[in-house]
């Protein structure tokens, strides 16, 4: 795992090897064991890499041994080396790593070498033979990949804070994703003119600074035909679970762990996996905050020690500008929890595993009940045919599910709910409006994105990284391609992932319908609200205003969200 930078630009005044030095020391901590740039007139490419394949140092940034393409870096391939045997004897490889493994390929396939790749990454490639740069994100959006784009200059960089040393911190008031989501996600960012790249997008710039955007890889374009026999489905699946958690065991000369919170996807990789760790987060102050008893049920299952952290209002007031600070955007109380698990797990760890993306290609969330049981009376005898008639009464599956996760102060906000219904409704529309496939894609490419950003600035901050085996491509794909009706059925969420889980964790985790996962406690540390409820409104202005402080954000006129 890395961070990378680059500049280009046709203004002889800029230095851009300086420059890119500059944006590296800000994002140090992704690669405390070495750092390098590359650079020609108009053109610097830097990177700082944790080793995480093997621990030699390497001549980085990577060069094409014939000096004609160099590459910057970060992130995991992890079907590397059964691309690299392909070029046995063709190629003179240097290094061990899995970006030389990419170098090589794109020499031999150009852009179409993009789609090859098993794994998260982000890496920016000069080719010298046609004067271009590509700069290019993974499938799932796990690596981040920001961007300017200016009069004379174009620059990217793994992390906001280090574009803030060419462009002003603004707050972007058109970026209404913060208002509709209460997060920040898609191109548009909440600082002004810097823009972040899409999951499965490119970006090909050429010297004259002409920048064009391509996607290699999108969810709706790879759907397979799929029979509905659930005996294969279950049977394929499980394979593929299995396979995709075990992969990310591999390529990895450290000592690796998990993070149990007590549901059913966090479980399945442990008991899968057998990691060298296991660690859980644990609030003993009520009920609705204690899953201890589910993780001790894993560790118990697979006869591994738990690490139990226990975070407090003191470690909260401690490390909240410190989040804010590595996540670039305001932050939610759920990273607040990741950060105390891996201030302690670094201590033993450089790799960890986790269960992001289940949620969201499995249909776990429990608000695609509300969707999903209106849609149902569409199958009573007597309303088949008034599909017309349902809809006007209750508005369009859209319509619906743009409410459901419209968190705007005002509700009413025309010009959100008109830029939820679109995004929405683009989604939607991609996949032949299933309902069920449909809220899981949305959310994939909405709400997941920042619950990755979460999980790659937090690991990056105590040089660990973040491993998500659900987000292997194959799963998401085979995911997107069944029947929806497995995903929620009877009543439950994931039906399918449990009904495969149960073979693998303890029966009392595999039934469970309630989940918390590593929620913390911030309302009643701090009074928040009414009886300790959770008081969106305090908590966003709370997380907004630490935001603008840390980060000298300009909000003028007017301040803070609309």
């Known amino acids: 795992m890395c961070g990378i930078a680059g500049y280009i630009s046709n203004n002889p005044e800029h230095d851009p090897r300086q420059i890119v030095h500059d944006m590296l020391k800000e994002i140090s901590h992704r690669g405390p064991d070495q750092s390098g740039i590359y650079s020609r007139k108009g053109l610097a490419l830097g990177m700082v890499r944790l080793s995480i394949i093997d621990k030699e140092r390497h001549d980085i940034p990577y060069e094409a041994p014939d000096g004609s393409a160099v590459i910057v870096y970060n992130g995991e391939i992890y079907n590397h080396e059964d691309i690299r045997r392909s070029y046995r004897g063709e190629y003179e490889f240097k290094t061990q790593s899995d970006a030389e493994t990419v170098l090589c390929h794109y020499l031999k396939q150009k852009t179409s070498s993009f789609r090859d790749y098993n794994g998260m990454y982000a890496f920016a490639i000069y080719d010298g033979r046609d004067k271009e740069m590509y700069i290019v994100r993974d499938r799932a959006g796990e690596k981040p990949l920001y961007y300017v784009r200016s009069g004379d200059f174009f620059a990217f960089a793994s992390e906001i804070k280090a574009l803030l040393k060419l462009v002003k911190p603004i707050y972007n008031r058109e970026c209404l994703s913060y208002e509709a989501f209460e997060f920040n996600t898609g191109e548009k960012t909440l600082f002004k003119d810097i823009y972040c790249l899409m999951p499965g997008d490119y970006l090909k710039i050429d010297r004259a600074l002409n920048v064009t955007k391509h996607s290699y890889w999108k969810i709706w374009d790879n759907l397979t035909e799929m029979p509905d026999d659930l005996k294969k489905i279950e049977s394929r699946l499980t394979d593929l679970l299995v396979d995709s958690i075990l992969l990310r065991t591999k390529n990895c000369v450290h000592r ?4 149990v919170s007590g549901g059913v996807d966090s479980a399945l990789i442990a008991c899968i996996a057998k990691p060298d760790y296991i660690y859980t987060c644990h609030y003993p102050i009520a009920k609705d905050y204690d899953e201890l008893h589910y993780a001790q049920l894993v560790a118990k299952k697979i006869k591994k020690r738990l690490v139990v952290v226990r975070p407090t209002q003191e470690d909260f007031r401690r490390t909240n500008r410190k989040i804010v600070y590595h996540l670039d955007t305001p932050c939610t109380w759920t990273s607040f929890s990741l950060w105390m698990l891996l201030e302690r797990a670094s201590r033993d760890i450089k790799v960890v595993l986790s269960g992001d993306g289940a949620d969201e290609i499995f249909s776990g969330y429990h608000r695609y009940h509300l969707l999903n049981h209106d849609e149902s009376i569409k199958q009573l005898e007597a309303l088949r045919q008034y599909s017309y008639l349902i809809d006007r009464y209750y508005g369009s599956t859209v319509e619906r599910y743009a409410r459901i996760v419209n968190r705007c102060e005002n509700k009413y906000n025309q010009e959100v709910v008109k830029y939820l219904e679109e995004t929405i ?55 997107f391609s069944m029947p929806s009706k497995y995903k929620i059925k009877d009543g439950v969420t994931k039906w399918i992932l449990k009904r495969v889980a149960k073979k693998f964790i303890p029966a009392e985790i595999a039934a469970r319908v309630d989940k918390r996962g590593f929620s913390a406690p911030v309302n009643r540390w701090f009074g928040w609200g009414k009886n300790g409820k959770y008081d969106r409104s305090e908590y966003r202005k709370h997380v907004f205003n630490e935001w603008v402080k840390v980060f000298n954000v300009e909000t003028v006129p007017p301040a803070g969200p609309r």
């Not at 690796?256 to 993070?259: A, L, R, S």
């Not at 899981?440 to 990284?465: C, K, P, W």
């Open 256 to 259: 690796f762990g998990t993070f």
């Open 425 to 479: 409704g683009d989604f939607f529309g991609r996949i032949n409006n299933d309902h069920i496939h449909a809220m899981g894609l949305a959310d994939f490419y909405t709400s997941m994105q920042e619950l990755l950003q979460f999980a790659d600035r937090i690991n990056m901050a105590f040089h660990v990284e973040n491993r998500a085996p659900f987000l292997d491509y194959r799963l998401i794909q085979f995911a």
